[in-house]
């Protein structure tokens, strides 16, 4: 089993920055994928960025040139580091890791955290 915990959500004007971050409870070099999604009322959970473990990151194209995806293995947490955020980047922000288990894959979220921006 493994725990996320998110943090770094809040209230920001348009064309402000916040920093997301995640922390798992185990070493992150065992898990296959780490990503944030998003999600707005009435609307399925969406990508935001990925970071695999091997390969490339992968960024919706809405926030690319705007949001970065980081890990950081001596704390095992990810980072979500977003600037130029704009009113339709509010939501809430779901960390997700994908676990290798044999030939099976274990999906973990974090309890999600709220990023609206407004003035």
């Known amino acids: 089993q493994v725990q996320l915990v998110e943090s770094g959500g809040g209230l920001v004007q348009p064309g402000g920055s916040l920093r997301l971050s995640c922390a798992a409870s185990?070493?992150?070099?065992?898990?296959?994928?780490m990503a944030w999604y998003r999600q707005t009322p009435g609307e399925q959970r969406e990508l935001v960025a990925a970071?695999?473990?091997?390969?490339?990151?992968i960024y919706a194209d809405s926030v690319k040139g705007r949001f970065t995806i980081s890990r950081d293995t001596a704390s095992n947490t990810v980072h979500l580091q977003m600037n130029g955020l704009k009113p339709e980047d509010t939501g809430v922000y779901y960390c997700k890791a994908e676990e290798p288990v044999g030939t099976t894959t274990n999906n973990y979220w974090g309890q999600g955290t709220q990023v609206t921006v407004s003035s």
């Open positions: 185990i070493n992150i070099f065992r898990l296959n994928v």
């Open positions: 970071h695999p473990r091997v390969g490339s990151r």
